[in-house]
């Protein structure tokens, strides 16, 4: 069954009370204004971050194969390094 009149009237047919949209450059309201709330703008950002967040991977693979490379390397490891890191674990646990 195919329905293609309403009451008669083909509804694509009226066209009784449409107006041509007006020229961009002719605007009816030359001072209409649009702002954006301070919250609306922060709530944005966080979209955005939160996207950027979830587009980055959690383990950053590059990092890991350089830091790999380091450990393979016997002159990475010396006595300096070592010391530096007690230094640092230490500071960390307040002692």
Do not use: C, W
Not at 8 to 14: K, S
């Amino acid at each position: 069954m195919m329905i293609d009149k309403m009451n008669g009237v083909h509804p694509l047919n009226e066209t009784k009370g449409v107006k041509k949209a007006s020229n961009a450059s002719n605007p009816i309201f030359p001072n209409d204004t649009v702002s954006i709330s301070q919250e609306a703008r922060d709530a944005e950002e966080i979209r955005f971050l939160k996207e950027v967040a979830d587009e980055t991977p959690d383990i950053r693979m590059d990092k890991v194969e350089a830091f790999k490379a380091k450990l393979n390397d016997p002159n990475y490891i010396n006595d300096t390094l070592l010391a530096k890191t007690a230094d640092k674990f230490m500071e960390a646990l307040g002692i």
